[in-house]
């Protein structure tokens, strides 16, 4: 599902990611941890084709990112969703609007569209929000709109950076246990976190730790 070989990218003459190599399965849930500066959100912007690397070879979800003209990136895309820390919501649209989007975007069928949106916000805890405003809800809120706004077009890999980072020890579990329902569904998760009790609470998980853009410790 996702093949990394001596992969490096540097902003300039900051090497943000030297020689990274590792492989996922279908259904893998990935932990990337590490300090500040370590390199995660940059790797995560490299599976989503959002940055290209200065080396090595990179593929996900059956696509090489080093041959994938960019006019064929929208086939990338519709496998893997990202949800960065500064999540794009349109704040003056409804919870169910923000969340159908994409679907309308690949002008799905309304009644089919209605459906996977509900179904979506019902996982995720957000069904009697549907019809509220998203300039309404509370940071947490907004960030699980993001996440299903990602998850509504049933991805391959969802890619998620710091998704706890706003939210408090409770909603942080429910979170987890939300992704924990989509990887059981089979979609491969991929998150970045500081969150070392996540990271510990959860045993199946596979573990990257960044350090200077260098892997210093993997349990794979
Ligand atoms: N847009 C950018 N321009 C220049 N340097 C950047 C940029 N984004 C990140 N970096 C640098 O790349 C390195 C890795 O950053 P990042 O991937 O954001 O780490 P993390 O997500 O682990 O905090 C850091 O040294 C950071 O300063
Ligand atoms: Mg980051």
Redesign the pocket.
Known sequence: MIHLKNVSYS??R?W?LKNISFDLEKGDFLFIT??????????LKLLHADLFPKGGEIKVAGYDLKKLPTRKHYLLKREVSIVLQDFKILTKLTVFENVALPLVVQKKPTLQIQKRVRAVLRSIGLYNKASVRCDELSGGEQQRVAIARAMVVNPKILLA?EPTGNLDKTLSLHLLSVFNQFNLHGTTIVM?THNEELVSRQDRAKILY?QE?NIEAKNF
């Open positions: 902003f300039g900051n943000a590490g300090p500040s500066g370590a390199g995660k959100t940059t790797l950076d970045a960044l853009g």
